[in-house]
């Protein structure tokens, strides 16, 4: 080969590979987010407050950001499970936790979960407060709220709730009302209901979307919800404290989280994502008449209330010992 040819091959293949290699600027280049499917992971099984939440939740998201959106139940040891699954989930934006309040409070109630909630997830948004119902089945023989705290009062432990792991619900049930009801724990709150349904138990407490239907059907008897005001879902229904129960003000709350380390701007966005969500009218009603109070926050809100109530939670443990006894 000449050296003219071998100038102008040589001078062909610089050309080519500055064409087919990448600048340092390009290859830092990030796809656009979402590139892939999303995953909501619930730390209940399906059929509960949190997962029809999640669902339409999930519904939003796959309607704005064009990809789809999947929502995977993973239940157990009071939602430890699940979080822990997202915990430990690569933070590249693509798997979230539709977590709980037992997020903050599982530190102080047990079961106590395997990370810290305050330092290994990252806030993105609160979703919404849901107040709790108190409600009986055919084996209560009891009539209205003021009745059941009579009679539990006479005879502690006799009577018997579920519930989906709400251990400081009833625990703060049991202390401002001076009773101690027998409490049983559920992975859900559908399989709680149908205990309570089937005769099982007592009584049942959970939040009022998950109770709504068997209320309306006749299944169940509304007593009382635990929130300082009656719910709009159910007018009609007293509080607590309406019934005797000395400080009844207590509802639980939902957020979206990612893990530890999920890129600012994906938590930007979804937080962004979350305050529409809630905003929308149809949903908003929707989720209202279910009994979901709908609210969102900042990501720095999110996490003051988590430590917030982790505090609140430790201090009412160690205030009231005898109340965690399962």
């Not at 590249?92 to 530190?107: K, M, P, W």
């Not at 929308?280 to 209330?305: F, H, M, W």
Request: with cysteine; hydrophobic share 40%.
């Amino acid at each position: 080969m000449s050296d003219r040819r071998l100038a102008r091959y040589a001078g062909t293949l610089a050309c080519f590979l500055a064409l087919a290699t990448p600048t340092p600027q390009a290859a830092a280049q990030p796809r656009a987010w979402p590139a892939e499917p999303i995953t909501l992971v619930v730390p209940y099984a399906p059929g509960g407050t949190t997962d029809r939440l999640a669902r339409e939740y999930a519904d939003y998201l796959r309607e704005h950001l064009k990809q789809p959106v999947l929502v995977q139940n993973r239940p157990g040891a009071s939602t430890n499970i699940g979080s822990d699954y997202v915990v430990k989930s690569k933070p590249d934006g693509y798997t979230f936790l539709v977590g709980i309040d037992g997020l903050a409070t599982n530190q102080a109630t047990g079961p106590v979960p395997p990370f810290d909630p305050a330092m290994d997830l990252a806030p993105i948004s609160l979703l919404t407060r849901v107040p709790c119902l108190v409600a009986a089945g055919p084996k209560f023989k009891g009539g209205d709220a003021a009745e059941l705290i009579k009679l539990a009062r006479t005879d502690p432990e006799k009577y018997s709730i579920s519930s989906a792991s709400l251990i400081l619900q009833v625990g703060m049930l049991n202390r401002g009302s001076e009773m101690r009801l027998s409490h049983i724990p559920y992975k859900g709150g559908a399989q709680a209901a149908a205990d309570a349904m089937g005769g099982q138990v007592d009584l049942v407490i959970a939040n009022v979307p998950v109770l709504a239907s068997f209320v309306r059907s006749g299944k169940l008897r509304a007593l009382a919800v635990t929130s300082g005001k009656r719910s709009d879902a159910f007018p009609d229904t007293p509080t607590m404290l309406e019934s005797g129960m000395s400080k009844s003000d207590f509802s639980n709350w939902y957020g979206v989280f990612g893990p530890k380390g999920t890129p600012p701007e994906v938590v930007e966005r979804m937080a962004a994502l979350s305050r529409d969500f809630v905003r929308d009218p149809v949903i908003n009603k929707r989720l209202s008449d279910e009994g979901y109070q709908l609210e969102s926050s900042t990501p720095q809100a999110l996490a003051e209330l988590i430590v917030r109530d982790a505090h609140n939670a430790s201090e009412f443990v160690k205030a009231n010992p005898g109340l965690f006894k399962q």
